[in-house]
Nanobody
Framework: YVQLVESGGGSVQAGGSLRLACVVSGDTDGTCMGWFRQAPGKEREGVATIFTDGGAASYSDSVKGRFAISQSNAKDTLYLQMNDLKPEDTAMYYC?????????????????????WGQGTQVTVSS
């Protein structure tokens, strides 16, 4: 069983930065983890994903080059560094985890079937 608690959201101006954190309790070895977001009136979408036992991270095209996903050495915290924020990045951001080793694509809908989700943290970017 895995519990996820996000923090770090807030309000920033366009061009600013935020760092989200997701504290994870439970065994995260061999786990697919990711950040997702949902804006009002829109579907939830994948932002960045990672496999805790190694391998390259995956990013959505809309955040590639601006956001970076990482994990603590102890694999108990997942981060999302967000730079050059844009108004269109405004959304509720969620952390998610599911058993590996086969991780869905960052845009894969199977992320939304099962697994574990946090309660979300709001990011608001003003122009």
């Amino acid at each position: 069983y895995v519990q996820l608690v996000e923090s770090g959201g807030g309000s920033v101006q366009a061009g600013g930065s935020l760092r989200l954190a997701c504290v994870v309790s439970g065994d995260t070895d061999g786990t697919c983890m990711g950040w997702f977001r949902q804006a009002p009136g829109k579907e939830r979408e994948g932002v960045a994903t990672i496999f805790t036992d190694g391998g390259a991270a995956s990013y959505s095209d809309s955040v590639k080059g601006r956001f970076a996903i990482s994990q603590s050495n102890a694999k108990d915290t997942l981060y999302l560094q967000m730079n050059d924020l844009k108004p269109e990045d405004t959304a509720m951001y969620y952390c998610a985890a599911r058993d590996g080793p086969l991780c869905p694509r960052v845009d894969g809908r199977s992320w939304y079937r099962g697994g574990y989700w946090g309660q979300g943290t709001q990011v608001t970017v003003s122009s």
